[in-house]
């Protein structure tokens, strides 16, 4: 799985041996984007000796189908990695009488109005670097904006690619599910219940009945039955067993954790590791049925889905303080660059924690960042405070498109993410005919970071839940497979696993002037990974080296509590701390715009 452009010819026969005696099969979900299609049914496609389970791209995330009960009812859930509860709508929730509009309309009009109904007014640390980078505030773009109260629904958000039936009810479309039609069926009789960051809640009962993922029926399998929500699916939540909703609460007695689907279809035998590989293909790269908008292998990674280096990451706990114990995929992203065909302009160079999150189509960047990278975008973005996204008129990005988001994790790994990818098309949402393109990455006002979909989209990840770390490295975008399960490859944590996030570094200078690299990006002088334009051309699986120490496969070493060590500093004159990785959790979830 690891790219060193090395291959040990003893170590690849091994393994290849070791794969065909290995008793476990990797069970792929691809995903599927389905444009202004309004049947999510029959996409259970068998291939080879995996069984396929289509994950389909609705314009603002991604959702998968699965079957619940002895009748296995199908079921369309909300794929994420950033909560770790799976729960669906009851058949009887009155919720399933309502169609998408009238869902919309109803979270608008409640007292507990949606989060995206009340975007947050920018923060004084926005509005004086706005002016400090002379980016207009509300000025002549904002004008034509068609809904002055500053109202926003996903639909009207992403137009175009949005193909839900707006009318029909959200159940005939995504399912439900019916207790009493399964033999199966236990409940616990105890109290469900969830609230996500963009207002979304879920009230119910814990439950138990068998899960079918794939070909992998989980039997007994703890979820939640939801009667009372505001939104429209299921959530299928993929993150550590400490995020649960059940060990949430850092003062509770009674805290616990159970057996989520990953960890289930470890325990009962259907894979060797609690972990999961993510590839999300770009959106120009799946016009046609038989390719695959990118897949989820439990237990698994695609090494065909890799191009150049890819390295092992601590998962990071920034909550500490209140949950010394959890888990998520915080990791730390060391510079942040954007270049172009003659320049490269560092906008970050203090580390920084992320939270990979596939339940985030947009991302978030601490204010300053956000400033730096607009501006090294183009100039001429305008911030509309009533979408709290920075926009611009498309005609003026002719060239600005071709500019890429270069994300360095560590000392190997540079992940390098089209502008492109990082755009929105809301020309709809104004009055005067004109073309329209939003920056989808927005203002986090707590210091840390959310890379969603859009970044997702250029990068291969495994999520190592069982030994806390991630895995991250260039996408290689190609619809071959070199499949291997967990323990029959290695991957070897990058030269800085240890060099993470602190909260103790100290705040880099607001006014800090943008730094520039030497030509060749943030990989100059280490193995960068291709851009995705030269890994589209080339459709081989990556080569791989052996490691002895960091090994995903090896014994689980969990994360060691944090010690400040004495500062040092990067490469590129960023302060960063040396720490031992610590175990992280904080249970969190995006639906966004």
């Not at 009009?109 to 989060?115: E, V």
């Not at 980016?135 to 002549?140: M, N, S, W, Y």
């Not at 960042?369 to 002719?398: D, K, M």
């Amino acid at each position: 799985m690891i790219t060193n452009h090395l291959v040990l010819i003893a170590l690849s026969i091994a393994l290849a041996s070791a794969k065909l005696q290995s008793p476990f099969k990797a069970n792929k979900l691809p995903f599927k984007k389905v444009y202004h299609s309004n049947d999510p049914k029959d996409r259970l496609i068998k291939r080879d000796d995996y069984e396929s389970l289509d994950l389909r791209h609705i314009g603002v995330l991604y959702t998968a189908e699965i079957q619940i009960g002895s009748d296995e009812t199908e079921i369309e859930v909300i794929v994420d990695t950033g909560s770790a509860d799976l729960w669906v709508i009851d058949s009887d929730a009155a919720v399933c009488e309502l169609s998408y509009d009238e869902i919309e309309a109803n979270s608008f009009s409640s007292a507990s109005a949606k989060f995206m109904d009340k975007i947050a007014p920018p923060s004084q640390e926005l509005l004086d670097g706005l002016s400090e980078f002379g980016f207009a505030l509300d000025g002549e773009i904002s004008q034509y904006l068609a809904d002055k109260s500053g109202r926003v629904s996903k639909r009207e958000e992403n137009q175009q690619d949005f193909n839900i039936n707006r009318d029909e009810p959200v159940c005939e479309q995504f399912g439900s599910f019916d207790s009493s039609s399964s033999d199966t069926f236990q409940s616990n009789n105890s109290a469900f219940g969830i609230a996500y960051l963009d207002g979304t809640t879920a009230n119910g009962t814990w439950v138990r009945d068998t899960v079918r993922i794939g070909d992998f029926a989980i039997s007994q399998q703890s979820f939640a039955l939801v009667n009372i929500t505001d939104n429209y699916m299921g959530i299928l939540g993929l993150g550590p067993a400490t995020q649960q909703t059940t060990n949430s609460n850092p003062i509770a007695a009674n805290r616990f954790t159970y057996d989520g689907v990953v960890d289930s279809l470890r325990s009962q035998g259907f894979i060797n590791s609690a972990s999961f590989s993510v590839y999300l293909s770009p959106d120009e790269d799946n016009e046609h049925d038989e390719f695959s908008d990118g897949e989820i292998l439990f237990g698994a990674i695609d090494r065909a889905k890799i191009d150049g280096p890819f390295r092992l990451f601590p998962y990071v706990n920034p909550y500490k303080p209140v949950y010394p114990d959890q888990y998520t995929s915080y990791v730390t992203v060391s510079t942040i660059a954007v270049s172009s065909s003659d320049e490269t302009l560092i906008i970050e160079r203090r580390p920084r924690l992320a939270l990979i999150d596939t339940g985030a189509t947009f991302s978030y960047l601490p204010t300053y960042p956000l400033i730096r990278l607009a501006f090294s975008i183009h100039g001429g973005f305008e911030y509309v405070s009533q979408l709290g996204l920075f926009v611009i008129r498309t005609s003026s990005l002719s060239v600005a498109r071709n500019k890429v988001i270069e994300f360095k994790f560590g000392e190997d790994v540079v992940i390098q993410s089209p502008v492109s990818d990082h755009l929105l098309d809301v020309s709809g949402l104004f009055t005067d005919g004109q073309q329209y393109s939003a920056l989808t990455v927005r203002e986090s006002l707590d210091g840390l970071s959310i890379l969603g979909d859009t970044f997702i989209k250029s990068a291969y990840l495994f999520f190592d839940n069982e030994n806390s770390q991630l895995g991250i490295g260039q996408i290689n975008v190609t619809d071959d497979e070199d499949i291997e399960v967990v323990g029959d490859f290695t991957i070897e944590r990058d030269p800085a696993y240890s060099s993470t996030w602190s909260s103790d570094l100290p705040h880099e200078t607001p006014t800090r002037a943008l730094s520039t690299a030497s030509g060749g990006g943030l990989g100059t002088g280490i193995n960068t990974a291709t851009s995705r334009a030269s890994s589209r051309s080339t459709s081989g699986s990556a080569s791989r080296t052996s490691s002895t120490s960091g090994s995903a496969s090896g014994t689980s070493s969990g994360a060691s509590s944090a010690t400040q060590n004495d500062e040092t500093s990067t490469d590129l004159g960023a302060p960063a701390a040396s720490l031992s990785a610590t175990p992280c959790l904080f249970a969190i979830l995006l639906l966004m715009l």
